[in-house]
């Protein structure tokens, strides 16, 4: 188990390099060369074989940065439905190039307006069992431009699977989309007969997504709180050193009040983010899962919208950086599903 001291030297060196400002390519190079790409990856496939608490704290960074490179996607999701299908062979083939930061991989599953896992997918996979044929449209796919490879809820005769689809194959059409967060890469995948591999156990597709997102959303905790927390640091240091008619505004009783509230969001997301990772995987967990992921999504909405209000008219414009957190807020608040469906998702897992 990771001590509390190896943790503080873990957020240290990710802080440490999200502070050199580097490009996406040169700090993707960066993570891997540190480890990072590779922590949930088991160490025979050359990773380091950690859990949702170390990356838990890698996510509270990159969030406070909103780190635009494919982490969440690749390193995070992916790595977590391999281990949810358990397939050797595809483990071996993609989750060293993973650590080593040599290959970036996309997951498709969610369809129509819904960013969850359909029960019964529309995108089909027919023909030869063994080398099948994939038909349909895959929506909101995060960072499908630049993946080497795709892994695709489809139905198939033997049920809902995973299918793996080289992007840049026949029959795939991969369109970026345009939406409030320009640092959150959506894309609209199309396949036209788009020649795929099964991956694991054929009709186990939806359990596998399921429980990939599931433990993948503690790393969008993790960055849903670390980004809250700093902007909420922006607008605290901005009151403090704007003055007006004499005084800084911070010591306003309307400034004053907004960032309390910002402080009790910001510091209440990062209390449950942790709480979950720490739990995760446990019994019960998926409930204290639901309701964080509501609640953080709110949180950071509020925190984000409320930080431009204290930073007055210069929070609306353009050339500051705080209109970028709540771009991130409204894109993070609906990525694997929207505050409403974690919520009805708690009282489901309650019984109430």
């Given amino acids: 188990m990771t001590t509390s001291e190896e943790l503080r030297a ?9 502070a050199k400002h580097l490009p996406d390519d040169r700090a993707w190079s960066e993570l891997a060369a540190m480890g990072l790409l590779g922590l949930l990856v088991p160490e025979q496939y050359g990773g380091a074989g950690a859990g949702p608490v170390e990356v838990g704290v890698v996510a509270e960074e990159l969030g406070r940065v909103l780190f635009a490179g494919p982490y969440l996607s690749t390193a995070v999701l992916t790595v977590n439905l391999l281990a949810a299908v358990d397939d050797p062979g595809q483990c071996a083939a993609v989750l060293a190039a993973i650590t080593a930061g040599t290959t970036r991989v996309a997951v498709a599953f969610a369809e129509g307006d819904s960013t969850r896992p359909p029960a019964q997918p529309a995108t089909s996979a027919a023909g030869d069992p063994e080398r099948p ?21 489809a139905s198939s005769a033997a049920g809902p699977g995973v299918f793996a689809v080289d992007p840049a194959g026949p029959g795939v059409t991969v369109r970026a989309l345009t939406t409030v967060d320009q640092s959150r890469r959506l894309c609209d995948v199309r396949f036209a007969d788009a020649p795929a591999s099964v991956v694991g ?11 990939a997102l599931d433990r993948s959303a503690v790393a969008l905790l993790g960055e849903q709180a670390g980004a809250a927390r700093c902007a909420m640091e922006m607008a605290r240091d901005y009151a403090k050193a704007r003055y007006q008619f004499g005084r800084a505004i911070g010591s306003f009783q309307a400034v004053k009040h907004m960032c309390a509230d910002m402080l009790l969001e910001a510091e209440s997301a990062v209390s449950a983010a942790r709480h979950v990772a720490a739990v995760a995987g446990s019994p019960g967990w998926i409930a204290d899962l639901a309701l964080a992921q509501g609640y953080c999504s709110d949180a950071f909405v509020f925190v984000g919208a409320t930080n431009i209000q204290v930073h007055g008219g210069i929070g609306f414009t353009w050339e500051h950086p705080a209109h970028r957190y709540l771009r991130r807020a409204r894109s993070d608040a609906q990525l694997f599903g929207s505050p409403p469906w974690h919520r009805e998702r708690y009282l489901q897992e309650i019984g109430a």
């Fill in 201 to 211: 156990v054929p009709g186990t597709g939806v359990e596998a997504f399921t429980a």
């Fill in 133 to 153: 044929l994939l038909t349909g449209e895959k929506r909101f796919v995060l960072d499908a431009e630049d993946a080497a490879l795709l892994y695709v809820l």
């Fill in 10 to 18: 873990l957020r240290g060196a990710v802080a440490d390099l999200m």
